[in-house]
């Protein structure tokens, strides 16, 4: 069974850091491109941040810069390092596949408000 559980978020202030983690099951995790998504309501999700099974990386201009994006093969996990962190980063961030999304996991809300 596929399982995706992220954690690690939290309510911070502009500025500050977060990272968040995403634990995988059930799929062949280091043979995946995975990335991080985010969604607020009433809008679409946003894939940031990629990692190819090879670890090239890629980020989303709204993000790059701030983001890094790893990942732990042994440990089948997936983190997002945030920092400087600022009110339009709001949001519910996912992990998921980035070519076959699979069943998509709780999320994690970060919230970033003074």
């Known amino acids: 069974q596929v399982q995706l559980v992220e954690s690690g978020g939290g309510l911070v202030q502009p500025g500050e850091s977060l990272r968040l983690s995403c634990a995988a099951s059930?799929?062949?995790?280091?043979?995946?491109?995975m990335g991080w998504y985010r969604q607020t309501p009433g809008k679409q999700r946003e894939l940031v941040a990629t990692?190819?099974?090879?670890?090239?990386?890629n980020y989303a201009d709204s993000v790059k810069g701030r983001f890094t994006i790893s990942r732990d093969n042994a440990k089948n996990t997936l983190y997002l390092q945030m920092n400087s962190l600022k009110p339009e980063d709001t949001a519910v961030y996912y992990c998921?596949?980035?070519?076959?999304?699979?069943?998509w996991g709780q999320g994690t809300q970060v919230t970033v408000s003074s």
């Open positions: 998921n596949r980035v070519t076959t999304p699979v069943q």
């Open positions: 059930g799929i062949i995790f280091r043979f995946n491109a």
């Open positions: 990692i190819t099974a090879g670890g090239t990386i």
